[in-house]
């Protein structure tokens, strides 16, 4: 089956640290990739919508220039939480797509604590 | 925003027993329907979906119907294990946004042996 590998799995950093998460397909070409943010016993919401060799397509509410995204190639596409704060620890969970008509596929997640 | 509504935010049955999990969405354009398992400390495991063109799916223990008209869909699991313990979501797709879904809050399942 189609495998998504994120990494690291976890992180833990002092606040004001830039944070870089990367998500990748391993088995097969994402033509998009989305990262959502997901609190403890809650569901997962989407933070923003990557497709690649184009801008990401942001959520309401999600500061673009505090979440860097970056989809560089089919099989890549990288989370940077710049500055991070206390406020900014959470479960970062990446999922690419094959094509339009395909499932998602979710990577592990990502668990970030800012000291 | 679109919602998707997910009933009950927690199960517990009896292993053997069937458990069904119900969600509702708003959106009409909505026409792919997907259900996840996420186990602790880990991504969702996607474990069966449905179409807007079709009304029920089957995979072994696992079975999703789906209602149109009604906006409502349903995940079925028979013959329940203790392995199936997990939270699961459903999620429905997004108009116009390339297959982003929105995702219902999670129905944590116990079974116990």
């Known amino acids: 089956g189609a495998v998504v590998s994120q990494h690291p799995s976890r992180v833990i950093c002092k606040s004001g640290t830039s944070v870089k998460i990367e998500c990748r397909s391993l088995?097969?070409?994402?033509?998009?990739m989305f990262w959502y943010r997901q609190f403890p016993k809650q569901s997962l919401m989407l933070m923003a919508t990557?497709?690649?060799?184009?801008?990401?397509?942001?959520e309401q509410g999600v500061e673009k220039d505090k979440f860097l995204i970056n989809h560089a190639s089919l099989t890549l596409s990288t989370l940077t939480v710049t500055s991070a704060h206390p406020e900014d620890s959470s479960f970062y969970i990446c999922?690419?797509?094959?094509?339009?008509?395909?499932?998602?596929?979710f990577g592990d997640g990502t668990r970030l604590s800012i000291l | 925003g679109e919602n998707v509504e997910q009933h009950p935010s927690t199960l517990s049955v009896q292993e053997g027993d069937s458990a069904v999990i119900k969600c509702t969405y708003s959106?009409?354009?909505?026409?792919?329907f997907p259900w996840y398992k996420q186990e602790l400390g880990k991504g969702p495991q996607l474990i069966i979906d449905?179409?807007?063109?079709?009304g029920e799916k089957k995979d072994q223990r696992i079975a999703v119907t789906l209602n149109k008209t009604a906006k409502h869909f349903s995940l079925h699991i028979t013959e329940t294990q203790p392995e199936d313990s997990a939270v699961y979501f459903c999620?429905?797709?997004?108009?116009?946004?390339?297959?982003?879904?929105?995702f219902g809050k999670g129905t944590s399942l116990l079974v116990t042996p």
């Open positions: 999922s690419a797509l094959a094509a339009a008509n395909q499932p998602q596929h």
């Open positions: 088995d097969f070409q994402a033509t998009t």
């Open positions: 990557s497709n690649e060799g184009s801008k990401a397509t942001y």
């Open positions: 959106d009409s354009a909505s026409n792919y």
């Open positions: 449905i179409r807007s063109n079709v």
């Open positions: 999620a429905a797709s997004i108009r116009n946004s390339g297959y982003a879904l929105n």
